[in-house]
């Protein structure tokens, strides 16, 4: 089959790469959750050579990512799983987890899901890293965003930019707390937080 190729991944890997190598530099067993095309993946994968990176995503676009992984050959890719946040999940634990694009893609029960699973396959200290669009104290960060977000709630009610507070919420009430904010190109935020042991 053809890869799936998805031109946004090219333009903002390596500024999300550069974030990872901060904050990924002690971990080693990494879910991403909604690995879309797979690119990322590869990229990431063959530059953090210490992590296991665990891809997963809904059924259909698992043959994309397999596609990516079997042409990269690489040794710390694992098949991808199939994951919807509302069903099953994988058995940890991992030590950290990343995730692009998902947040304003996913109805809000599904984030909220998301963020409650996550103690359930994560350890006690690990780490949380989103890399996407946010709003801030109700408000767009750009006029771009503005016209992404209309143009989100145009093609399904459910999706939308969310508010960087509310995602917070959800992430304390899992145990993790914002230890990062990094601004990226094109508006676009890589977020990470820390899980605490309770």
Known sequence: MDKPH????????????EVLRRHFADRRHVLEIGSGTGQHAVHFAAALTWLDW???????????????????????????LELDVGGTWPRGPF?????ANTLHIMAWHEVETLFAQLPTVTTNDARLAVYGPFNYGGR???DSNAAFDQWLKARDAHMGIRDA????????????????DVAM???????????SPR
């Open 54 to 80: 665990q891809c997963s995503d809904r059924a259909e676009n698992l043959p994309g990512i397999r596609a990516w992984l079997d042409e990269a050959a690489l040794p710390n890719t694992p098949p991808p």
């Open 95 to 99: 030590d950290a987890a990343f995730s």
């Open 165 to 180: 507070e509310a995602v917070d919420a959800l992430a304390a009430q899992a145990g993790f707390a914002l230890v990062d």
């Open 140 to 142: 767009y960060t750009s």
């Open 185 to 195: 190109p094109a508006n676009n935020r890589c977020r990470v937080w820390q899980r």
């Open 6 to 17: 998805a031109p946004a991944c090219e333009r903002n890997r390596d500024p999300i790469l």
